[in-house]
């Protein structure tokens, strides 16, 4: 198990592009079990057992997942019985609970992310390269997954493992590489390193937190949600409805008034000017719905939503967010990016009518061209320039171009899913002080995240949302990520209490 760590930009996704295929390298070799190989396409690094997991996913939404699965590897176990009944041993195997008939655009990102684990050990990889690969999983996901992982290290398999979480790289690998701008700067033994260290190594600074000290909250209230309730989509039928979805963890309970199924049921809460409110919950549980709801995406069956006292149930998106309301999408390729266009193009995302985007009625090309230089500097966003395309930017670098976008606009409420996901400690850091330099201006923020250690920092109220309901609250100054973790899961519900564990010596340590 070998990790590769380094800041946005540094180089780690091309470099395993480039082992995969992807791209062909300008100078220098690769060796596969002592040979020299030259790969002109994935097929060819497929053929020598190298499979890779993209942070990005890469997959075709209008097909099922046996579809995308099977995709051109059709002659290996045909696309019928075989097929499935291989995709049900690795699914079994490893855990991964991979429903072979569902739509992968009816999936969220956590089932998505196991749709190309599965892909690539049914094509018999005997390396496996996974880019962030928990970056959206609880941590009891992260523990399996790290179980299933070194069942596949047993079993001679290797693994390459990119990620931002030092404290998961310095647990589950062998052996570390850094690199910084384009070169290996050192190699960590995780027994004789710490946090700390690596994120020196990685960034030159200390590893951030996102610990916030003082509570800015206030008796203003900015968004007011009350009973609302969301039905999936063209309905189902009760028996389509009897298979658990999701993680497997999930069960799904129906009216059979009605036959269909509610994705959120009866959500009520507040959030006031300078409050943080983080949503804790295994991917699938309704986050995707809420977020759609509040920003006008998706139509609410019943219930309502105000803002600044002002009820906005039936506005459409573009008046929720020419009024003050911020979003930082969960997806940035599918729902915050026109990845092939510049970046100023994309600095006008969302805010067409509004300055410094626009005069009156027409675009400004200029004002949106000399913003996006004042936010390419002011978010460090890594670029030789605003007119090269979205798509050639690092995944961390698209998302502090995000950030900036929206937190440009001086939003009065944002809704920040997964602000930090595959951005680098350091990025983490600027990310965090924007945050809460907004809050302490009197931003009221929805906050989803997957990172934990995230939720309970930033956040000034925890509630935690299990299919589609808000079924317990937490004290973030009390609640641990492990417990947090265990009520994401349906084990817990109400108000939840921090169990003082003081005899137990890990607790310390953790």
């Given at each position: 198990?070998?990790?590769?760590?380094?800041?946005?930009?540094?180089?780690?996704?091309?470099?395993?592009?480039?082992?995969?295929?992807?791209?062909?390298?300008?100078?220098?070799?690769?060796?596969?079990?002592?040979?020299?190989?030259?790969?002109?396409?994935?097929?060819?690094?497929?053929?020598?057992?190298?499979?890779?997991?993209?942070?990005?996913?890469?997959?075709?939404?209008?097909?099922?997942?046996?579809?995308?699965?099977?995709?051109?590897?059709?002659?290996?176990?045909?696309?019928?019985?075989?097929?499935?009944?291989?995709?049900?041993?690795?699914?079994?195997?490893?855990?991964?609970?991979?429903?072979?008939?569902?739509?992968?655009?009816?999936?969220?990102?956590?089932?998505?992310?196991?749709?190309?684990?599965?892909?690539?050990?049914?094509?018999?990889?005997?390396?496996?390269?996974?880019?962030?690969?928990?970056?959206?999983?609880v941590p009891q996901e992260v523990d399996a997954l790290f179980d299933n992982l070194?069942?596949?290290?047993?079993?001679?398999?290797?693994?390459?493992?990119?990620?931002?979480?030092?404290?998961?790289?310095?647990?589950?690998?062998?052996?570390?590489?850094?690199?910084?701008?384009?070169?290996?700067?050192?190699?960590?033994?995780?027994?004789?390193?710490?946090?700390?260290?690596?994120?020196?190594?990685?960034?030159?600074?200390?590893?951030?937190?996102?610990?916030?000290?003082?509570?800015?909250?206030?008796?203003?209230?900015?968004?007011?949600?009350?009973?609302?309730?969301?039905?999936?989509?063209?309905?189902?039928?009760?028996?389509?409805?009897?298979?658990?979805?999701?993680?497997?963890?999930?069960?799904?309970?129906?009216?059979?008034?009605?036959?269909?199924?509610?994705?959120?049921?009866?959500?009520?809460?507040?959030?006031?000017?300078?409050?943080?409110?983080?949503?804790?919950?295994?991917?699938?549980?309704?986050?995707?719905?809420?977020?759609?709801?509040?920003?006008?995406?998706?139509?609410?069956?019943?219930?309502?939503i105000a803002f600044l006292g002002e009820e906005i149930t039936s506005w459409a998106?573009?008046?929720?967010?020419?009024?003050?309301?911020?979003?930082?999408?969960?997806?940035?390729?599918?729902?915050?990016?026109?990845?092939?266009?510049?970046?100023?193009?994309?600095?006008?995302?969302?805010?067409?009518?509004?300055?410094?985007?626009?005069?009156?009625?027409?675009?400004?090309?200029?004002?949106?061209?000399?913003?996006?230089?004042?936010?390419?500097?002011?978010?460090?966003?890594?670029?030789?320039?605003?007119?090269?395309?979205?798509?050639?930017?690092?995944?961390?670098?698209?998302?502090?171009?995000?950030?900036?976008?929206?937190?440009?606009?001086?939003?009065?409420?944002?809704?920040?899913?997964?602000?930090?996901?595959?951005?680098?400690?350091?990025?983490?850091?600027?990310?965090?002080?924007?945050?809460?330099?907004?809050?302490?201006?009197?931003?009221?923020?929805?906050?989803?995240?997957?990172?934990?250690?995230?939720?309970?920092?930033?956040?000034?109220?925890?509630?935690?949302?299990?299919?589609?309901?808000?079924?317990?609250?937490?004290?973030?100054?009390?609640?641990?990520?492990?417990?947090?973790?265990?009520?994401?899961?349906?084990?817990?519900?109400?108000?939840?209490?921090?169990?003082?564990?003081?005899?137990?010596?890990?607790?310390?340590?953790?």
């Amino acid at each position: 198990m070998h990790a590769l760590v380094g800041e946005n930009g540094a180089g780690k996704s091309t470099l395993m592009k480039i082992l995969y295929g992807m791209q062909k390298p300008d100078e220098g070799t690769i060796t596969v079990a002592g040979e020299q190989v030259a790969f002109h396409s994935p097929a060819d690094a497929i053929a020598r057992g190298i499979g890779m997991v993209h942070q990005h996913f890469m997959l075709a939404d209008n097909l099922t997942v046996l579809e995308n699965v099977v995709l051109g590897s059709e002659k290996l176990y045909g696309i019928g019985a075989t097929a499935r009944k291989k995709i049900k041993e690795i699914s079994d195997r490893y855990g991964l609970n991979v429903r072979p008939d569902v739509l992968i655009e009816d999936l969220g990102v956590a089932d998505r992310q196991r749709v190309e684990i599965l892909k690539v050990l049914f094509r018999g990889a005997t390396t496996l390269i996974l880019d962030e690969p928990t970056a959206v999983l609880v941590p009891q996901e992260v523990d399996a997954l790290f179980d299933n992982l070194r069942e596949l290290k047993s079993e001679g398999l290797s693994v390459i493992f990119i990620s931002h979480k030092l404290g998961e790289v310095l647990s589950v690998a062998d052996e570390i590489t850094v690199i910084r701008r384009g070169t290996t700067v050192g190699t960590a033994v995780p027994a004789e390193t710490t946090p700390r260290q690596l994120a020196e190594l990685m960034v030159g600074s200390e590893l951030p937190t996102p610990e916030t000290a003082e509570s800015t909250v206030t008796d203003k209230p900015v968004v007011e949600v009350k009973g609302l309730t969301v039905y999936a989509s063209g309905g189902a039928s009760l028996g389509e409805l009897a298979e658990p979805a999701g993680t497997g963890l999930l069960t799904e309970e129906v009216s059979e008034a009605d036959g269909v199924r509610r994705v959120l049921d009866d959500i009520t809460f507040t959030i006031h000017a300078g409050e943080v409110m983080g949503v804790a919950g295994v991917e699938g549980n309704g986050q995707s719905e809420l977020i759609e709801a509040l920003i006008g995406l998706k139509n609410a069956d019943s219930g309502t939503i105000a803002f600044l006292g002002e009820e906005i149930t039936s506005w459409a998106t573009r008046k929720r967010r020419e009024k003050g309301i911020g979003y930082i999408p969960e997806d940035r390729h599918r729902q915050g990016l026109l990845l092939e266009a510049p970046l100023w193009e994309n600095r006008i995302l969302g805010h067409v009518t509004e300055r410094p985007n626009a005069k009156g009625f027409w675009i400004d090309p200029k004002g949106a061209q000399e913003d996006t230089r004042r936010i390419v500097k002011d978010y460090d966003v890594r670029t030789p320039g605003i007119d090269v395309t979205a798509a050639s930017l690092s995944g961390g670098n698209q998302q502090k171009l995000i950030v900036g976008r929206e937190m440009s606009h001086a939003p009065k409420f944002l809704i920040a899913a997964h602000p930090t996901r595959g951005v680098d400690v350091g990025a983490q850091a600027a990310i965090w002080d924007h945050i809460r330099a907004a809050r302490r201006e009197g931003l009221a923020v929805l906050l989803i995240s997957a990172d934990l250690d995230e939720l309970i920092g930033l956040s000034d109220t925890l509630r935690v949302i299990y299919n589609g309901r808000l079924v317990a609250d937490a004290d973030p100054a009390t609640i641990t990520p492990e417990e947090l973790g265990s009520a994401m899961t349906g084990a817990a519900s109400g108000h939840l209490e921090h169990v003082d564990e003081a005899a137990a010596p890990e607790d310390e340590a953790r």
